[in-house]
């Protein structure tokens, strides 16, 4: 079911359009920037591979990348300083948030969708790039699923 918990061990996608500010060159390995997990509303998008196994679908145009991560990596980041601990802590969850057919936004439907969330909302743009930073280096360490063309 498409609203079920996202297990620790799952696999999931995060599309990476081919943009100067998402990627980067280090020694000819094309690398994946923390600008790639931008989200307006602080909650990048991925996609459980569970539900999609072919990563093709993540894209939406065909210059796209595809990484992956480990949703247990993903909460892991917790661990990392995102803020001062007089300021409190956050939690980094990743969450269902599937897209059902005829939805108010009219967005396309996409049973697999999630976000990468923090508790509580992360309020500064800050530390949200400091999370967007934490994924980077996640994304990086696997090889791409698809490289951006």
């Known amino acids: 079911m498409p609203d079920t918990p996202v297990s620790n061990d799952e696999v999931l ?8 500010e998402n990627l980067k060159s280090e020694n000819g390995i ?3 920037g923390a600008s790639a997990f931008n989200s307006p509303d602080r909650r990048p998008s991925v996609n459980r591979a569970c539900h999609w196994p072919d990563p093709k679908k993540t894209q939406t145009e065909q210059s796209d990348g595809v990484l992956s ?3 247990v990596e993903i909460r892991e980041i917790g661990s990392v300083a995102l803020g001062a601990p ?3 802590s956050f939690k980094v969850l990743v969450e269902p948030r599937p897209i059902y057919a005829n939805n108010p936004e009219g967005e ?3 049973l697999s969708h999630a ?3 923090t508790e509580p909302p992360m309020e500064s743009q800050s530390r949200f790039r400091k999370l967007k930073e ?8 696997r090889p791409w699923l698809i490289e951006p063309k």
Do not use: D
């Not at 996608?13 to 100067?20: D, E, G, L, S």
């Not at 934490?134 to 360490?141: F, I, T």
């Open 30 to 32: 094309c690398t994946v």
């Open 69 to 71: 991560l480990l949703a």
């Open 86 to 88: 007089a300021v409190g």
């Open 134 to 141: 934490a994924l980077a280096q996640l994304a990086n360490r």
């Open 108 to 110: 396309p439907e996409n």
């Open 13 to 20: 996608y995060r599309r990476v359009p081919n943009r100067p």
């Open 115 to 117: 976000q990468i969330e």
